[in-house]
């Protein structure tokens, strides 16, 4: 095996080589953090629009929030009425007086 010789251009060619391979190392990095920080960003504002998107539904239907809160109190109040019937309909009714001959 012939071994290099080590002359002071071989050493400044690798110091070179080794510098330019750290460099590169350092922006394949880089791009990867890039990346995943707008990977990350993007997936932010994705869930903030699916979020607005969520409570603006409504909005989007044409339904307003008062709207919403009127249909469910009436829906509470029919719920009140329903129960208020099937109890009274579950009671025993009243027995009436028949005529006895």
Do not use: C, H, W, Y
Request: glycine share 0%; no cysteine; proline share 2%.
């Amino acid at each position: 095996m012939a071994r290099r010789k080590n002359t002071l251009t071989r050493f400044v060619e690798d110091l070179v080589d080794n510098t330019k391979d750290l460099v590169d190392d350092l922006l394949d990095r880089a791009k990867d953090v890039e990346e995943d920080l707008r990977d990350a960003a993007s997936n932010v504002v994705d869930d903030d629009e699916d979020a607005k998107k969520s409570t603006s539904l409504s909005a989007s239907n044409g339904v307003s929030k008062a709207d919403i809160k009127a249909i469910t109190a009436a829906l509470a109040e029919l719920t009140e009425t329903v129960n208020a019937l099937a109890e009274a309909q579950a009671a025993p009714a009243p027995r009436r007086a028949t005529k006895s001959a």
